[in-house]
Nanobody
Framework: QVQLVESGGGLVQAGGSLRLSCAAS????????MSWYRQAPGKERELVAG????????NVADSAKGRFTISRDNAKNTVVLQMNSLKPEDTAVYYC?????????WGQGTQVTVSS
């Protein structure tokens, strides 16, 4: 069965960095685009970054552009979201997802809290 397991969340001060990792299993990882979404309290889930199946195409939401980077390792079945210069408004639960749009599987989420 498809499993997506996130790790790396936590509490960090504004301006700090976190590295979120997603370990995927149960499917042919290299055949699928992957993405990271986030959901803040009282807000809708939003796309943060996506990456094509080969890693050749990436996109980051305007709110995170220049601060966040998405990457993947198809040999290790992992996708990583490197988050730098974090802001309090980045506080949310971050979800790893299979596919970029039209997500069909979600991870359980990892909490990121940025203190001011």
């Amino acid at each position: 069965q498809v499993q997506l397991v996130e790790s790396g969340g936590g509490l960090v001060q504004a301006g700090g960095s976190l590295r979120l990792s997603c370990a995927a299993s149960g499917f042919t990882f290299s055949a699928y685009a992957m993405s990271w979404y986030r959901q803040a309290p009282g807000k809708e889930r939003e796309l943060v970054a996506g990456i094509s199946n080969t890693g050749g195409i990436t996109n980051v939401a305007d709110s995170a552009k220049g601060r966040f980077t998405i990457s993947r390792d198809n040999a290790k079945n992992t996708v990583v979201l490197q988050m730098n210069s974090l802001k309090p408004e980045d506080t949310a639960v971050y979800y790893c997802a299979r596919r970029w749009l039209g997500v069909d599987y979600w991870g359980q989420g990892t909490q990121v809290t940025v203190s001011s």
